[in-house]
């Protein structure tokens, strides 16, 4: 099966780089984008001296391989802002956090720092870009937005099977189970997982589908087959929220709702910005442990059962011992190596980081968990402030109100869990082009 896998992650580009003289750079890019990471394999190369290399780096390769060799006129055409400094800030962080730590020989440090500044510049810098250069417009939007409906819907029917037998396509086609099979055991069913990292990952993926399909359905223009068709995605998908067997994807589903609902209903910019501010709320909470974790705990008890309630409190207790770790190293992190864990007498590691923030907060400190999370929110922020009320309810004027919900989403799933996908950060990149260009300019 190694066979098919090196023949799928090195031909993936080459199929690409056809389709690029034939189909519009951008469409190419943003079909690319979302397929390659719906269906390539769960696999990490170790290649010596260099970064580990997944399918983030095919997504990479693809993307500038179209802009640099099909439409290198959006580079000469773009304009900087300011918040586009909070990327950048993010993707170097890893390189002054090992220079931090470094001890014996710093050529070892640097090392780290550039592999994982290249890592993550593969991963969120790229697929921020390709928001930024081609998320210009509300047509772009359109596209992307019913691309990835596109893409979901090819997906549906291999989350059905998976729902409806078990979580084993990755295996069954690349010949490997790539994460441990009880944690797809969920509601005396399944966890559906496909050719994603988790299931958790998928659920939220569903989530968005169901609720950007949700918003379309109601604001596309009425009595057409395409409200139709939205119309059916919409309870395809809100019914598939359900199968997925997923408590984050329940919420993220149920919260998206309300904040629709809310943000429609108000018509106040307040109901976003509070939302917003819960994120760094909750993170200085749990950082001063002030925030009521018992609380969250008896609840998960009450509607969840003690088996889900056991699982949070375990990542709870972790977290405070992540927590008093990384506040010996509280500006730059311990960078790389496993520093920013806990290890018992023999050098075994002993906890378990499940959140983005706390790995965050470990390995590159509060500066690197400022610049992550301002990458995501300051966007959101932006898209909501320069939006006009009066566009929230419109189509397609509202779109770029849902996808500035979605990333808020994405945020708040970084307070729980590490499922990091290059599309939010296309949205983030997106959501920076899409303010009038008055704004953009420096």
Known sequence: MQTLIDVVMIGAPVVVLIAFFFFPTQRVIF????????FLPVHTYDL???????KSWVIGVVAVMGVLGFDRQRLQRFQWHWADALMAAWIVLPIFSSMHNASGIPANALYDGVTSSMTQGV???IPYAIGRLYLRDLS???ELCYVFLAAMCLYLPFILFESLTTPRLHEIVYGFLHY??????RFGGYRPTVFMRHGLMLAFWVAATALLSSWLAVHAKKQTSLQRVLILLAVVFAGLVVLMRSINGWGWFVGGLALFVLTVLTQKRIVMYAAIAFVPIYIGMQMMGLFPNEVGVELAVQFFGPDRAQSLSYRLENEALLMQRAMARPLFGWAGWNRQHVFDAWGNVVTVADSTWIITLGRYGVLGLMAQFSAILVPVYLAIRHTPI????KYPQGLTVVMAILLLLFAYDNLLNEMYTPLYAIWAGGLIALIRPSDIRI
């Open 31 to 38: 079909v690319a984008s979302l397929l390659l990471w719906l």
């Open 48 to 54: 010596p001296g260099l970064p580990d290399v997944d």
């Open 123 to 125: 991963e969120w810098a």
């Open 140 to 142: 772009s939007l359109q």
């Open 180 to 185: 441990p099979f009880e944690q797809s055991i």
């Open 390 to 393: 009066s566009d929230w309810r």
